[in-house]
């Protein structure tokens, strides 16, 4: 069992940038030998895929509405995973989760993850 919680959200205008934290703790095995992913839900949308990470973070893959403006982390040490977001637009307004699998590899559907963290809100503004 793992335990996922984002932090870091908040407000800003366009053209800023903002960092979220994904911490884990739990049994189990350990933090480095889980994908994990970040994923976003706007209100009456379907919940999207937005970034992965191997578990060694040899090896990453992003949304197509992000590509060149997120970046995604991790720390293994601290059993943490990171999304830097840069040049934020308006569209990038949503709740964002992480999430971890028990896998390794790089996964994009959100159905295959086995974790989820509660989301932190990020807003915005034009």
């Known amino acids: 069992q793992v335990q996922l919680v984002e932090s870091g959200g908040g407000w800003v205008q366009a053209g800023n940038s903002l960092r979220l934290s994904c911490a884990a703790s739990g049994p189990g095995r350990p933090f480095s030998t889980y994908t994990m992913g970040w994923f976003r839900q706007a209100p009456g949308m379907e919940r999207e895929f937005v970034a992965t990470?191997?578990?060694?973070?040899?090896?990453?893959d992003y949304g197509n509405a992000v590509k060149g403006r997120f970046a995604i982390s991790r720390d293994n040490a601290r059993a943490t995973s990171y999304l830097q977001m840069n040049d934020l637009k308006p569209e990038d307004t949503a709740v964002y989760y992480c999430?971890?699998?028990?896998?390794?590899?790089?996964?994009?559907?959100?159905?295959?993850?086995?974790?989820w963290g509660q989301g932190t809100q990020v807003t915005v503004s034009s």
């Open positions: 999430a971890a699998a028990a896998a390794g590899w790089r996964i994009t559907d959100k159905n295959r993850y086995d974790y």
């Open positions: 990470m191997t578990d060694t973070g040899s090896s990453t």
